[in-house]
Structure formats: structure tokens, C-alpha cells
């Protein structure tokens, strides 16, 4: 519930708001006002929702259809898929995180492969460090009109060695999903489901497969702003929602620890989540949308955007991080 005068008051009335916890509840409603008023003047925010604790403390849509309509994520889905990459290793379905792509997969390597790439790792794939040319940006069209873009991603040009440095694609994260689904016998819609929408009691609708069959594996899902919320809830949480453990905690804490960079923003990445000097821990989609959580200070904050115009490090979406490490830290 957003903290509001009328609910500050109620809560003095109570007894519950003492002389000493009426400077922070004051400065947490101060901020939260601040929150709505900066989201209001973004013109690309179409929803904005924070969660402190157990308590939600803004919940607004300026603009777009609501807190309950499907929005596409973007490549927010990159981190969910890095999720159930956790789950699989943690069943035994991958055997580790230095399994090959030879070892889980061999029937997704072409015959015309780049050479090298049986040898990648799960751990270069969900770090981006696949060493070959990327697709995405303006190599992502003529991967996407493709005849088979796994195919089509194993055959790129090396421009770095296995493991090296971190090289965004979207191709790369593709891969991993039919990795997975090859791992698992079990399609990544249906995996997605099963491991994350049903025991966060959020719905994951279907979405974009390849000429293949394999689910998109980092782009074009779709997610309501609460079901956003609730994985930026887990994520803060250690992998736990309403007491279930839903993502191992070993694989949520491996998550959090830097092992790349992003040469575009200058952002640590772990194991499929973007990480900011001050503890931030964020899922980033083109046009801005944002799945983030600031365990230290028991935060968690759903971002939607208009999915059509860019967010760029220096230009809006600097400014969500700006509003992040200000206002919304602001509340703990």
C-alpha cells in the first residue's frame, strides 16, 4: 500500500507512528512523492512500482494501460533466462556451469560452425563472452530473417576467444535458451512457466519462436508490471517468494558477482544481471525496461517504458538509474 498523508496519519492516530520513526516515515513519503513526480515527467515511463519490504510503497502508470496489462520486456528476459539456467544446473539437468556446448547440446552445432564454439561454456554464454560477432544492434535484422538462427549465430566470425570479454547479443542468450530446452526436454515457454510463473503465481504468455521452434531466448516476453515486481521481489530476496525457494540462493548470490563489463554502459554483469557500484542489481530491456532489486536496503522496483524509442546509457536510461540510486534508495 503507497504511503500516503492520509495513511501517515491513520498510523499516528495508532500509535504505530512514534516521535521517533515520524523523521524517517516523513522522508520515505517525500520520496515517494518524488518518485511519482519524476516518473510523471518521463515521457517514455509507462510504469513505475517499488517495493520496500513487504510494503508497496509506489505504485504508478502515467501513461499506457496499467499495472495489470502485458508488457514486453525486452531483454529483461536475458535475466530470466539466466534464472532458469540456475534451476537446470541445480536439478542436474546441466552438469556445470563449465559444461560445454559439446557436452549439453552437439546437436545445435552446425557442420559449418565457427570453430571453437563446441568448446563454449555455459558460463561464456550467460556472461555474453561468446567471442563471436554479436547480433544485435544492426546485425540484429539479417539474424532474425534467417533460416535458423541458432545455426546462424554458431557461424559468426570470432572477434574474441571463448570466455573473453563481454561481446552483448542477443544471438548469444538465443542460444542458451535452446541450450536449455535441449537440456531439459522441455520447450523454454514451458520451462519459464513451470519454474517461474507458477510459483510466483504470475502468468508468462506465450511469445516469438524461431523458424525452429525455440523460444525467443532473451527478447520480445511479455510480463504485467506486478509480475515485474515480483521478480524484482525473488531477485532482492535470494531466490525465495512466499516462503518457497523458487531459484537456488547459491545461484541468486553467484548472480550478484561481477565476472564482465559492459563496454556500452560501463555496468558490471554477473550471471545474466547488470550490477551497479552501489548494489543495484538490474535486468535492462531496450526503451527502458527495468527489473531491479537493492537487497541491502529491501528494494525492489518494476520499470516499463515505451518499447519503441531507444534508452541510451547517457540519455534515459541514465536517467532511471539516476531516479534509482536517488529517490528510490532514498526509501530504505
Known sequence: MPL????????ALTGLAVPLAAPALLRAQSAAQEIAAEA???DQ???????????????????DRGLDQVANIKSCSKSLLALLLGTALERGEIPALDSTLADVAPGLIPDDATEGVGDLTMEDLVTLRMGLQGTSGADYGAWVNSRDWVSYVLRQPRIAENGGR??????????????LAEATGTSLRDLARARLGDPLGIDIPDWLTDP?????????????????????????????WD???????????????????????????????????????????YGGQIIAALPRSGLAVAITSDPARPARSDGYFGALLDLLRG???ALA
Open 327 to 329: 529517490p528510490v534508495a
Open 40 to 42: 510523471r515527467g518521463m
Open 4 to 11: 500516503t498523508r492520509r495513511r501517515f496519519a491513520a498510523l
Open 212 to 240: 525452429q521452434g525455440f523460444y525467443f531466448g532473451g527478447n520480445e516476453m511479455g510480463l504485467t508490471p506486478r509480475a515485474m515486481l515480483r521478480v524484482a521481489v525473488m531477485m532482492r530476496d535470494g531466490g525465495r
Open 166 to 179: 563481454m561481446i552483448y547479443s542477443t544471438g548469444t542468450t538465443h542460444l542458451l535458451g535452446a541450450v
Open 45 to 63: 515511463l509507462h510504469t513505475i512500482m517499488v517495493q520496500r519490504g513487504d510494503e508497496l510503497v509506489v505504485a504508478e502508470a502515467p501513461r
Open 243 to 285: 516462503g518457497e525457494q523458487v531459484v537456488p540462493a547459491d545461484w541468486i548470490i553467484a548472480s550478484r558477482i561481477p565476472r564482465t563489463r559492459s563496454p556500452y554502459s560501463g555496468l558490471d554483469y554477473g550471471y545474466g544481471w547488470f550490477l551497479t557500484e552501489d548494489g543495484w542489481v538490474l535486468a535492462r530491456g
